[in-house]
């Protein structure tokens, strides 16, 4: 989904250098943004391309891309689109921690809230909850399975380099010293952080290539997001350019992974050095070139502008829950409004009274092809149950779907 939310931020950054020049971007963001509200917000794949569920990298990305989609609608002068888009990435970013936080870590003592690497969740199962205390993942690349809990990775920071969430924030600290202490390694050159802890993507420790199991090592991109942290944080980002630059080979090119082991008989491998992985990989050079920018800038070439004021400032909350095809929440919190989000106009059949009384609810189209209905649930008493289902013209759907009132905690 990150792939499919990419190319709005960077119709986005164009718009804002004035380069779209006689480039309508509103039918191709529009539609990238139909997709990912139907499809999301679990993704089939994180940026490593090894996992399904709920990623904070991921997340962040659509959650800017969203934000960004509300910007070009709003140039459009097209309101319904506009406050559509902007409820949407507001329930999102309401619900990141619940999705993708874990009370229970076990991995540092004194830090067992923090953020985990995904929430592992089947994109099928749309009536399944995350649940990041209780699942198990299993690592895509012979790393063995584990809580969800206890495997982290630095891909919170996209939501600080994005403007999702602040820096300063207790949570982003606590996740900080977490990863610092499970992922970093300090190398001759300065330091570096693994993906993820149990990493299997990576040479064996005799220095042999992967082949299925591994141990992944140290990747420099990793550096340089971290340094786009500590600028979004109010310090100084160049010990981690300058550890970027020493990570590169004669010719300047920056490996996919470093050895952080110790040296191997023979120089078969020396740490700091690179591994058998690829060189040079295209995203570190461009995450080098974006920090040393960043720096110029003094502020991460990345943000988003309007998804920082809403979200890092402002703080902006939710009031609706959302039900797509692909989530299909089964509770949802007392006092929220029930929107029901399809991809054709329909007809929502609804009871709040075990279908004792029903009503009917036309959809509207948001102005780019998702239709939507509210239903008024936000009246109900807890334990209240929500009943409802579809007509097309004149099919209906055949099976009611439900969704409970919480009770208060």
Known sequence: LDEVAMPILLAWRLQQAGALRQFAPWPLVSRAARYLILHGPGTAQERWEENSGYS????????ASVVCAAEFARGCKDRLATDFLLDYSDWLSAHLEEWMVTS??????????????????????????????EAEIVIANGGGKHPARNIVGGDFLQLVRLGVRAANTALVVDSLAVIDQVLKRDLPQGPCWRRYNHDGYGDKPDGSAYDGTGEGRCWPILTGERGHYELAAGRDPAPFIDAMEKFANEGGMLPEQLWDAEDLPEGK???????????????????????????????????IEPVYRRYAKAETGSTIEMWTRAHQPQLIAQGKTLRIIIE?????????????TVNDLETQDAGFGCWFGDLPSDRLEAGARIEFTLRWQEEWEGKDFQVRIAEAQ
């Open 56 to 63: 904070p990298s991921t997340l962040a990305t659509i959650v």
């Open 104 to 133: 229970r870590g076990e991995l540092v003592k004194g830090k067992p809230r923090h953020y985990v690497r995904i929430t592992p969740a089947d994109p099928k199962q749309a009536r399944a909850a995350p649940d990041p205390d």
């Open 269 to 303: 491998m020396r740490r700091g050095g690179p591994t058998g992985s690829a060189m040079p990989l295209c995203w570190a050079h461009a995450e080098y070139l974006t920090l040393v920018r960043s720096q110029m800038d003094g502020v991460c070439f990345d943000r």
């Open 344 to 356: 054709q106009a329909a007809t929502i059949h609804w009871s709040f009274d075990g279908w004792a």
